[in-house]
């Protein structure tokens, strides 16, 4: 069996798709700054955004194994929804994320960048968005694939 060949239109669908659910993550972290600024976690080590984040990171993992059950009984719709759901819990990871590492650098002392715990989270963060981003994208991908009917029983 061949494999359907991506037709442009459907790239440029999948990339637009995702600069959006990434800035408007991105916007919405720097929306949750704005109305909580990083002066009201000054007492805590860590951002509770960390804590936000893992939250939605699980309700995400949650609807895509919904979304495989779903599709594997033919209930396409749901399929759907579920990757909706997981495409909203990836822009609010996004968002969360976003506003713990700011949060996290704003706090930083410059002179103990180098021995600092909170240069080693932030890194470590960091690196955790930049995969989870990629698998973002993914997620796009599969959800557009998902709305031209790519998937059924028989796929997964």
Known sequence: ???RPVHTWFVFVWVGVTVVIVAAGLGAGQLLMALFPARL????????WFAASSLVLGLGSLSLTQAVAA???ERQAQFR???HTASLCGVLFVAFQAAALQHLFQWQNPQEVQVS???LV???ASLHLLHFLMALF???YVTVQAHYG???HEYT
């Open 122 to 124: 932030g890194v470590a």
């Open 81 to 83: 929804n579920r990757l």
């Open 1 to 3: 069996m061949n494999p």
């Open 150 to 152: 790519r998937y059924d």
């Open 71 to 73: 599709v594997q009984r």
């Open 41 to 48: 976690f000054a007492s805590t080590r860590f951002s509770p």
């Open 138 to 140: 993914l997620l796009v």
């Open 117 to 119: 715990d909170r240069t």
